[in-house]
């Protein structure tokens, strides 16, 4: 069992920034893969960044140059840097990972983007 919990949303102006943080129960040396998803009302829910065991990443075309993944192994944790933001990033952040070939999934961090 792998335990996500995500911190780090609120509510920030147009053009800031924030740092989701996603904290694991276990050790990441065993996860194969994380990733960052948002799902704003209305629509489906999306990766926004994944990063691999071998520490490639990925980005939604949509964020690309504005957010940046990174994880600490020795703290556990899985982060979001997200600059300059826009209204159209708020949604509901959540964190996934797989381990064993099994899905986990946190609770989600809201995060609006507004004026």
């Known amino acids: 069992q792998v335990q996500l919990v995500e911190s780090g949303g609120g509510l920030v102006q147009p053009g800031g920034s924030l740092r989701l943080s996603c904290v694991a129960s276990?050790?990441?040396?065993?996860?194969?893969?994380m990733t960052w998803y948002r799902q704003a009302p209305g629509k489906q829910r999306e990766l926004v960044a994944a990063?691999?065991?071998?520490?490639?990443?990925k980005y939604a075309d949509s964020v690309k140059g504005r957010f940046a993944i990174s994880r600490d192994n020795a703290v556990n944790t899985l982060y979001l840097q997200m600059n300059s933001l826009k209204p159209e990033d708020t949604a509901v952040y959540l964190c996934q990972a797989w381990r064993g070939g099994v899905e986990y999934w946190g609770q989600g961090t809201q995060v609006t983007v507004s004026s």
């Open positions: 276990v050790s990441m040396f065993g996860i194969e893969s």
């Open positions: 990063i691999l065991r071998e520490d490639t990443t």
